[in-house]
T-cell receptor, first 112, second 111 residues
Framework: DAGITQSPRHKVTETGTPVTLRCHQT?????MYWYRQDPGHGLRLIHY???????DKGEVSDGYSVSRSKTEDFLLTLESATSSQTSVYFC???????????FGDGTRLSIL | KNEVEQSPQNLTAQEGEFITINCSYS?????LHWLQQHPGGGIVSLFM???GKKKHGRLIATINIQEKHSSLHITASHPRDSAVYIC?????????????FGKGTKLSVKP
């Protein structure tokens, strides 16, 4: 949908290792978001971007960093993964805030 | 208390039934979204509304801003409607489109 590709789609890694998830979009949308989805919590915002090099924290940003060096790519990095970061991660984008968000297919991340 | 509450959490219906899912929120908003998440995990935006009512096929979404409440209705339900339906709001007054999500309503429609 809206040309959003998340990679990888699945990853299993060990505690303490760095992990980077990539969200790539082809629609030239200005706004990009990273969410995590957990049972009992629903979707929660991690970080978002409102333009190249413009990012801000969301509700659950501790332990995560992001970068957006070009419009089409929004990277989410776990510097030292912990088991509590096991989750399904979704990227979303939209052109303007008064338009619906388009979601990627998600990345299932397991940290052992 | 969560800022966005949905009811019911789980709903089982027979094919053909009329279904209503409710969403209440406690913050001022600029818009409300209804999303659908299929068993495969993909999330699709169904509606974005800030007043009144919207209709798309068998789906109808309504919002009452004064009562801080929205409903999603499905007419003539079908097994392919089985999914998790998620209500999300954009907090009013902000310049970003950050969504606050409800925990979702899991709908199962039996043939």
């Amino acid at each position: 949908d809206a040309g959003i590709t998340q990679s990888p789609r699945h990853k299993v890694t060990e505690t303490g290792t760095p992990v980077t998830l990539r969200c790539h979009q082809t629609e030239n949308h200005r706004y990009m978001y990273w969410y995590r989805q957990d049972p009992g919590h629903g979707l929660r915002l991690i970080h978002y971007s409102y333009g190249v090099k413009d990012t801000d924290k969301g509700e659950v940003s501790d332990g995560y960093s992001v970068s957006r060096s070009k419009t089409e790519d929004f990277l989410l990095t776990l510097e030292s993964a912990t088991s509590s970061q096991t989750s399904v991660y979704f990227c979303a984008t939209h052109r303007e805030v008064n338009q619906p968000q388009h979601f990627g297919d998600g990345t299932r991340l397991s940290i052992l | 208390k969560n800022e966005v509450e949905q009811s019911p959490q789980n709903l089982t219906a027979q094919e053909g039934e009329f279904i209503t899912i409710n969403c209440s929120y406690s913050v001022g908003i600029s818009a409300l979204h209804w999303l659908q998440q299929h068993p495969g995990g993909g999330i699709v935006s169904l509606f974005m509304l800030s007043s009144g009512k919207k209709k798309h096929g068998r789906l109808i979404a309504t919002i009452n801003i004064q009562e801080k409440h929205s409903s999603l209705h499905i007419t003539a339900s079908h097994p392919r409607d089985s999914a998790v339906y998620i209500c999300a709001v954009i907090r009013g007054g902000g310049s970003q489109g950050n969504l606050i999500f409800g925990k979702g309503t899991k709908l199962s429609v039996k043939p």
